[in-house]
């Protein structure tokens, strides 16, 4: 699994921490937040609760975090630089040629939306996306647009230098990541989709983008 460990209960020292002990608060506040938001649902899980679990006062919670929906941002953030840090982890192998790094995408995307937790993050901001719009705000914001960006830079360099004008390099970028995230949405609501299926799915995207780049 691509997430990190979920630490115990932070145990705190006496007097001013330093910087090694601030960065272990903080990862125990996003691990135990990340956890009680997943298993109880964001509405249940109050700012004290999740205090009292990682073991840090209410004022050390909230002199990092002024409410619960910038905890929840912050650990969206931090979940989505840990998929993304895993993830990456064989772009440096990567030609320059934009079909490929196109297809490496698309399936990273694909396979990232088969993992367990970031299913559950995707089916808890659905679910309180009209009570707490700053949920899916956040999600759409911290995990989306990273992805969105990260495609559309690709593209422009593409671009540049292969001589080929790309006229929209960000709206191509939003369709392919909606395409995958729409046909997994999809064809779940049917059962439980395999890798095969997806990676295929993923596949076919990129070819039918690649074969119309002068359209982009």
């Known amino acids: 699994m691509l997430a990190r460990s979920i630490d115990k209960a932070f145990t705190p020292k006496r007097g001013r921490p330093n910087a090694k002990q601030v ?7 996003l691990a135990t937040a ?6 109880a649902g964001y509405d249940a899980v ?10 840090v006062s209410k004022g050390t919670l909230y002199a990092r975090y002024s409410s619960k929906e910038a905890l929840f941002t912050a650990v969206i953030r931090q979940r989505v630089q840990d998929w993304s840090w895993a993830a990456g982890q064989e772009d440096h192998l990567l030609t320059s040629d934009i079909g490929e790094r196109l297809r490496h995408h698309a399936l990273t995307i694909a396979r990232s939306l088969l993992l367990p937790e970031v299913s559950a993050f995707q089916r808890l901001t659905v679910a309180t996306r009209e009570r707490f719009p700053e949920l899916a705000r956040a999600m759409y914001e911290v995990g989306y647009l990273f992805i969105v960006r990260l495609l559309t830079r690709d593209i422009m360099e593409a671009a540049i230098r292969d001589g080929i004008l790309a006229r929209d390099p ?3 970028a939003r369709l392919l990541v909606s395409a995958l995230a729409g046909w997994e949405l999809q ?3 049917n059962g439980p989709i395999n890798e095969a299926d997806i990676v295929r799915a ?3 995207t990129v070819d039918l983008l690649m074969a119309a780049r002068e359209s982009w």
């Open 202 to 204: 993923a596949n076919r």
């Open 23 to 29: 960065a272990a608060i903080e990862h125990a506040i």
């Open 187 to 189: 064809e779940s609501s």
């Open 34 to 39: 990340s956890r009680m938001f997943l298993e």
């Open 170 to 172: 960000e709206g191509t």
């Open 46 to 55: 109050a700012m004290e609760a999740i205090a009292a679990v990682t073991g």
